[in-house]
């Protein structure tokens, strides 16, 4: 209700059936109508999905310009803003260490 108020006889939003469905297919798990425990869980840290390798591929993607799969130094470099921000570095804690893979 605080994101869409639905007036009688209006039609609703696409994001509104958009989300209703994702709630029904995805979130309710024991189609109880509502998400307990266990359905946040899942839905905040699904298990099937590997936020560090997604952010490592994310920074990858991102920074390698020549797009051979290895960042080298200058790549870094020319996005250090991108790998400062990033949880893959410890919001850049882990660049300021010693690496002899650098």
Request: glycine share 4%; hydrophobic share 30%; net charge negative.
């Amino acid at each position: 209700a605080d994101m869409f108020a639905n007036e009688e006889g209006g039609p609703e939003p696409d994001w509104v059936i958009t989300e209703r469905e994702q709630f029904s297919d995805f979130r309710d798990l024991n189609k109880d109508g509502k998400m307990d425990k266990e359905e946040i869980q899942h839905w905040i840290l699904p298990q099937d999905y590997d936020h560090a390798l997604a952010e490592a591929r994310h920074l990858v993607y991102e920074s390698d310009v020549d797009k051979d799969q290895k960042l080298t130094k200058d790549e870094v470099l020319d996005n250090w803003n991108m790998f400062v921000g990033s949880q893959a570095t410890n919001y850049g804690e882990d660049l300021t260490r010693n690496h002899d893979e650098l």
